[in-house]
């Protein structure tokens, strides 16, 4: 189902694997646009659509609950998410979008401690039995909650380090100096029972009338041409949306500007999405940017000197930073002096009760160099030949 169209008929075991679905699609404009140019591609949407087996600690809280595996538990919660409209409804059910949203009806959650669910006698009664959290995407613990009838998403980290929930931090920051409005703000709050000290809380930006598409589903909407490159096809995708391309690009400019500075390695498909309208399913553009925790060498080592600074491998459009570079138009689309000093990197970094100073340190020093070095990018200069 979306809302209350229906889509198609799917056949499921009971541990959440779909069998077979009926290519007898109804409303297809509503159907989910992901690997549709596949002979399997509803399928493969719904694998994808559950909780990675690799999350931390999902597979505890699986364990625990009695969950056999993250399908389990997707199909158990109808497949309900909070960034689209789809779910399932049984064959013999008369249930409706009304009784089942999460925009609207309160949802049990797990507060990020990830040990066991509320049994129903601990939850009010009026309270459907279902949650969000057996769709979100990503290797890293999260949790929706709800505080004051706004819905929250919590994030952790993936080491004894706060440092991923401090970096969406650090973007924050950049964004609100830069006075760029189109962003995700994410703000510190204290988990308990874990390594690391801090995890990181953001607002959420859907809605009944907005929904998240991401890029990895516009992608895969068709098959791509071996001539031309993962990006061109990407814009490809946009236009046939109606999208206007050159405002993605300039959006997408800034934003490969902010990973450099910043050293993003982890910007993929799935981290870069778009807003559609529900009703009229027009593609408004690009959503708030998100997910800036895989950056400043979160998890992997710092460099020792420039030439490794100048070496970083990404999850993005190209494998390696110094091409992701090539991509933009418009180098001039950050402006440098409204970034953050490197005394606010240190501040914020030392929050961490873990953090080493020298670590910190090294930090601070190369993200100034990466701006002394986009600033020589903006000037066009070539910063990725140097001899060393």
């Known amino acids: 189902m979306r809302k209350d169209s229906p889509i198609t008929y799917a056949e499921f075991t009971t541990e959440g694997d779909m069998i077979s679905y009926s290519r007898n699609i109804k409303n297809k404009e509503l159907a989910p646009i992901q690997d549709m140019y596949q002979g399997n591609w509803l399928k493969l949407w719904w694998n994808e659509r559950s909780i990675p087996v690799d999350q931390d600690n999902i597979a505890h809280f699986l364990s625990e609950n009695g969950y056999s595996m993250p399908s389990d538990y997707l199909i158990k919660n109808l497949g309900l998410s909070l960034t689209d409209y789809?779910?399932?409804?049984?064959?013999?059910?008369?249930?409706?979008?009304?009784?089942?949203n999460l925009?609207?009806?309160d949802f049990k959650s797990n507060l990020l401690n990830w040990e066991r669910e509320p049994s129903e006698r601990e939850t009010d009664r009026n309270t459907p039995h279902y949650s969000p959290n057996g769709s979100l995407q990503g290797?890293?613990?999260?949790?929706?909650?709800?505080?004051?009838?706004?819905?929250?998403?919590?994030?952790?980290?993936?080491?004894?380090?706060?440092?991923?929930?401090?970096?969406?931090v650090i973007a924050s920051e950049i964004h609100?100096?830069?006075?760029?409005?189109?962003?995700?703000?994410?703000?510190?709050?204290?988990?308990?029972?874990?390594?690391?000290?801090?995890?990181?809380?953001?607002?959420?930006?859907?809605?009944?009338?907005?929904?998240?598409?991401?890029?990895?589903?516009?992608?895969?909407?068709?098959?791509?041409?071996?001539?031309?490159?993962?990006?061109?096809?990407?814009?490809?995708?946009?236009?046939?949306?109606?999208?206007?391309a050159d405002a993605i690009a300039e959006g997408?400019?800034?934003?490969?500007?902010?990973?450099?500075?910043?050293?993003?390695?982890d910007r993929h498909l799935n981290n870069i999405a778009f807003i559609r309208d529900a009703a009229t399913l027009q593609f408004k553009g690009l959503a708030p940017i998100f997910d800036s925790g895989g950056s400043m060498f979160a998890g992997k080592a710092i460099p020792k000197n420039e030439k490794e600074l100048l070496?970083?491998?990404?999850?993005?459009?190209?494998?390696?930073e110094s091409d992701l570079i090539k991509l933009v138009r418009n180098r001039n689309a950050i402006d440098l002096t409204k970034l953050p000093p490197s005394s606010f990197i240190r501040e914020v970094y030392a929050k961490d009760p873990k953090m080493h100073e020298k670590d910190i340190n090294n930090i601070a020093h190369w993200y100034e160099k990466k701006i002394d070095l986009c600033r020589d990018i903006q000037l066009g200069k070539e910063v990725f030949h140097k001899s060393y």
């Not at 929250?152 to 969406?168: D, F, P, Q, R, V």
Request: proline share 1%; with cysteine.
């Open 176 to 244: 609100k100096r830069q006075g760029f409005a189109n962003y995700t703000d994410y703000n510190l709050i204290e988990i308990k029972g874990k390594e690391y000290a801090y995890g990181c809380y953001s607002k959420l930006f859907t809605s009944q009338n907005k929904e998240l598409v991401s890029a990895w589903a516009l992608f895969t909407n068709e098959k791509k041409s071996n001539n031309i490159s993962n990006y061109e096809h990407l814009m490809n995708m946009c236009r046939k949306y109606g999208m206007d």
């Open 252 to 265: 997408l400019d800034y934003q490969i500007l902010v990973d450099f500075i910043m050293s993003g390695y």
């Open 311 to 320: 070496d970083i491998d990404t999850h993005s459009f190209t494998k390696k």
């Open 86 to 100: 789809y779910w399932l409804k049984p064959v013999d059910s008369e249930l409706t979008w009304k009784d089942v």
């Open 139 to 168: 290797t890293i613990e999260k949790t929706w909650t709800i505080n004051n009838g706004e819905r929250y998403l919590i994030k952790g980290n993936h080491s004894s380090l706060s440092t991923e929930s401090i970096n969406e």
């Open 103 to 105: 925009f609207d009806n």
